[in-house]
Structures are given as structure tokens and as C-alpha cells.
């Protein structure tokens, strides 16, 4: 939600302190990152994304 409202560094700490995180929260971070236009950042949470599955 707060990527979607351009407000990143929410939703990156939001991100960060989830207990638990799985495809979804991944996934949800990545498009926010994409659609923000920050690719790089992007590919970084996509590649510890397959380091934690």
C-alpha cells in the first residue's frame, strides 16, 4: 500500500519487520519498487528473494 503512494521507505521498513515473509510480500514489494522506478533496488529484493526460497 505505501509503495503504491510513492511513500518507499515506509514500505521498505514495513517490509523489513514483517516476521514472516513469503511469495506474496515479495512479490507486492518488487512491483511497488518497479512501478516507483527504482529497477536496481528491485532486483536486489528479487535476489533475496530466491536466496530465501
Do not use: T
Not at 510480500?25 to 530465501?52: E, I, T
Amino acid at each position: 500500500m505505501y509503495s503504491n503512494c510513492g511513500k518507499l521507505v515506509l514500505a521498505e521498513k514495513v517490509f523489513e519487520e514483517m516476521a514472516i515473509k513469503n511469495v506474496v510480500s515479495y512479490n507486492a514489494f518488487v512491483s511497488g519498487l518497479l512501478r516507483n522506478g527504482v529497477p536496481h533496488v528491485a532486483l536486489d529484493v528479487f535476489k533475496q528473494m530466491r536466496a530465501w526460497s
